[in-house]
């Protein structure tokens, strides 16, 4: 926001430690925090500050990419509403969406997919470098230091106020992330590479790359085809999430976009973020069968523990993603047939959303509830899952760290503290 933005109110503010008033103004519903720095007790003083752990209240930018509103579940992406774009558009459409504000006409969507097939490929040595992994290694540790390592083959990556080399750096991130995924897979099975399919589509040719196994060419079942391309659009952007944020924080340093990005994977790796779908399978595993259900809500609602894929901290009535994802299921178990797992999960989702706790504490099912058993029938082991989260979540994080570079306004990303600990104090002599 310019400086000659007009405010649209102000707020007084009076400090009973001083009895001094202050007018703040309010633009597009918010102060600005930098504004209570004036309100002092003396001179020597620092000035008030915000005091916002886990940014609950704070707004960190000013974005034009995604528009939450958590109480009616709405998700747009720049202004297109998420049951339009999934029901209609592909991922790499959405992705070119989210990057550059606009859909791609069907030449720069020729174009934009010509570009992205051109670069699935990883240097051989990169493949070296994911062969050195421990057979069990998390693929997620290895998505991790793979994106990181990119940084090194790239190394023009570092001037991020280029628009060109930026450019390529996102296409190349884009293009690479099945390919990673797929192979990171591939080591783990102890199966070979399956190289990359420049004829199958961005969906059609990850399946390739996991499944392909002695025919010439892999040919993916369109629907699952179809129903990965949604399930990476329903996860493609979600505003200033705990992955998307560090994107930006890291960006902020001016770091390259693979160490960028290679942070953002493993912010997404924690089970409170993209590692919850793997924890929902590993709970459905856990209760096991229907009738150990009531029991284990019980434990839920004695604090034991939490109902994984439950809840969010934005969307506190329904997230439209989970809504969305349900009818994908529906449509993958009709190729797939119907996992046992499903009905744990329909019944916990019932009686959960009668439940005065869930209900009190507005916990519903949120995008992960779904997208793991949906996973699992694919036949896309449960370790996998937030690493096919990063690669829908990827051009997400480029958006937004571009965004941020190109923000006049945004500086080195550096939050204050309030320090609580000793006061000085010295060493014994
Ligand atoms: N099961 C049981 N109780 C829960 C759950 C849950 N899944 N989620 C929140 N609560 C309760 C908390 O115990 C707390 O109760 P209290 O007020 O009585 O102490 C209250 O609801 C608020 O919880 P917070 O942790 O403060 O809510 P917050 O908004 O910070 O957390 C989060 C959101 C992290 C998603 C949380 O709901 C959770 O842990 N869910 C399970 C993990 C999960 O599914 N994560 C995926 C998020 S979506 C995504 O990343 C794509």
């Not at 996860?235 to 942070?263: F, I, K, W």
């Not at 793997?278 to 259900?293: F, Y």
């Amino acid at each position: 926001m310019t400086e000659e933005a007009a405010a649209e109110g102000t707020l007084s503010v009076t400090d009973s430690r001083t009895g001094r008033s202050y007018q703040l103004p309010i633009i597009d519903g918010a102060i600005r925090t930098l504004d209570l720095r004036q309100i002092k007790v003396d001179a020597d003083d620092f000035g008030l500050m915000g005091y916002d752990p886990a940014f609950q209240n704070t707004a960190s930018c000013r974005s034009d990419i995604t528009y939450i509103d958590g109480d009616k579940g709405i998700l747009r992406y720049r202004g297109y509403p998420i049951e339009e774009l999934a029901g209609r558009r592909n991922f790499l459409e959405v992705s070119h969406l989210l990057l550059t504000g606009e859909l791609p006409s069907p030449e720069e969507q020729r174009d934009w997919v010509a570009e992205i097939t051109n670069h699935t490929f990883i240097h051989e040595s990169i493949k070296k470098f994911i062969d050195g992994f421990h057979h069990d290694a998390h693929p997620m540790g290895m998505l991790v230091s793979a994106v990181g390592a990119l940084s090194t083959f790239y190394p023009e990556a570092k001037q991020v106020q280029d628009p060109e080399v930026r450019h390529r750096q996102i296409v190349r991130l884009i293009a690479k992330m099945p390919t990673i995924a797929a192979f990171a897979y591939r080591h783990a099975m102890g199966l070979y590479y399956a190289y990359p399919d420049d004829e199958l589509s961005y969906t059609g040719n990850f399946l390739n790359m996991m499944w392909r196994a002695t025919e010439l060419k892999y040919r993916p079942d369109p629907i699952l085809e179809r129903a990965l391309d949604v399930l990476l659009i329903l996860h493609a952007d979600h505003e200033q999430n705990c992955s998307t944020s560090t994107m930006r924080l890291v960006g902020s340093s001016q770091a390259d976009p693979y160490s960028s990005m290679s942070a953002a994977c493993a912010a997404l790796y924690g089970p409170l973020h993209g590692g919850a779908n793997e924890q929902v399978l590993r709970m459905l595993r856990t209760v096991g069968t229907v009738g150990n259900i009531p029991d284990y809500i019980q434990r839920v609602k004695q604090g034991e523990f939490r109902l994984m894929g439950f809840g969010h901290r934005v969307y506190k009535n329904f997230d439209p993603r989970a809504q969305l994802i349900k009818k994908v299921a529906e449509q993958v178990f009709e190729v797939t047939g119907r996992s046992p797992l499903l009905d744990i999960a329909l019944e916990i989702e019932r009686i959960a959303l009668e439940d005065d706790y869930f209900v009190s504490h507005k916990l519903y099912p949120n995008v992960d509830f779904y997208s793991g058993i949906i996973y699992l029938a694919m036949g896309i082991p449960v370790e996998m899952f937030p690493v096919l989260f990063a690669i829908g979540r990827t051009p997400g994080w480029l958006a937004h760290w571009e965004e941020g570079l190109l923000d006049p306004e945004q500086k080195i990303g550096r939050p204050r503290q309030l320090y609580v600990g000793p006061a000085q104090r010295h060493l014994e002599s």
